[in-house]
């Protein structure tokens, strides 16, 4: 059952799941930080964040220095989360952080036996450790992010090494427009899980975001095309295993914000029953409460039948003298 419930999880955070090739390197793709998954992980949005390293570098503009950290409880003893530091550096912004998921305890049988009395337990965690770089030019940002990724299954490991990079531009014409564009996971499998080979969860992505209500709100969508063994001749059906996302956060204050979203990964989750808690699959919804040096947000992500997610996430500015007399 639990071994059902990790391959329903991972087939709603990962487009490359639905073509059946799910590995070891598939949390690549989940969302990091509380603010990105209350809005459907729409990452084209405001920069600043720090756990944009993980997500999309060119969003990771930080000024001063600032610390994150993230922590995210899915089911059945599945866990993840993050920390990143980022500071101005190079003109731009200098970032490293480490992301981690904890897939739990699982109970194993010789030869998959399950009748078997010599049962055994074990274990499977993943881990990425990144550095990433962010830069404005000509109005336009800038960044790439470096990964070093490891995973580990009952002593099975597997490394890979990849790169994200991505650029956003704010379009002068329409005031409170920018859109953007990333690719994810370029990059190869260093040493194999057990004897088999496997992909990273390459794809690309395009997307935007528009300030609403006098810029009191902001409205961000994407699409996220996992490239990983596509038929592309076959374009209607392409574009049936598109994530398609759309998401909003409105500052109904100053310093409370409110956040909602939709995926169109959770359609994967409703088996057509009618109850609410598969209706709802895909739906995203969070908060943010935010200060002058210190913000912290919460997500809840429903999925269906088999539960719901819920992330949360802190991050802290730490101003230098420089800045600190600007405060004053």
């Known amino acids: 059952m639990k071994n059902y419930i990790i391959g329903i999880f991972i087939l709603f955070y990962s487009s490359i799941a ?31 964040e720090v756990s944009a390293i993980f997500t999309n570098p060119a969003a990771l503009q930080i000024m001063p220095k600032a610390v994150g950290f993230g922590y995210a409880h899915y089911f059945e003893g599945i866990q993840g989360g ?34 078997s009395l010599n049962s055994f337990d074990f274990d499977a965690k993943s881990m990425v450790a990144t550095v990433g770089y962010s830069r404005v030019i000509e109005g336009k940002s800038l960044g790439v ?12 490991t597997g490394t890979a090494v990849a790169i994200d990079a991505g650029g956003m531009i704010a379009i002068k014409k329409y005031e ?12 190869l ?24 209500f006098n810029k009191t709100a902001l409205l961000s969508a994407q699409i996220k095309l996992p490239v990983t063994n596509r038929d592309t001749s076959q374009l209607v059906s392409l574009w049936t295993k598109i994530d398609k996302a759309v998401g909003i956060e409105w500052y109904a204050t100053p310093s409370f914000i409110i ?4 995926n169109s990964s959770g359609k994967e989750l409703d088996t057509g029953t009618g109850a609410l808690k598969e209706v709802i699959a895909g739906l995203t919804f969070g908060i943010g409460i935010k200060t002058k040096v210190f913000m ?9 039948a088999i539960g719901v997610v819920n992330h949360i996430s802190f991050s802290r500015s730490i101003p230098d003298s420089k800045h600190k007399k600007a405060d004053k």
Do not use: W
Not at 95 to 105: C, R, S, V
Not at 296 to 304: C, F, I, S, T
């Open 18 to 48: 639905r073509s059946e090739e799910v590995n070891g390197f598939e949390f690549l793709t989940f969302p990091s930080g509380a603010k990105y998954a209350g809005i459907a992980g729409c990452d084209f949005g405001t920069i600043g």
């Open 82 to 115: 993050y920390g990143v530091f980022a500071m101005p550096k190079y003109k731009g912004t200098l970032g490293a952080g480490i992301k981690y998921l904890d897939y739990g305890t699982f109970e194993g049988h010789p030869n998959n036996d399950t009748t």
């Open 145 to 156: 992010s470096a990964k070093a990724i490891y995973y580990n299954l009952a002593g099975f």
């Open 176 to 187: 409170g427009l920018t859109i953007g564009a990333v690719l994810h996971n370029v990059g």
């Open 189 to 212: 499998q260093t040493s194999t899980f057990d004897t088999a080979s496997e992909s990273l969860p390459f794809s690309a992505s395009i997307g935007g975001s528009y300030l609403l």
């Open 259 to 262: 956040r909602g979203g939709y």
């Open 296 to 304: 912290m947000d919460y997500a809840v992500v429903p999925m269906g």
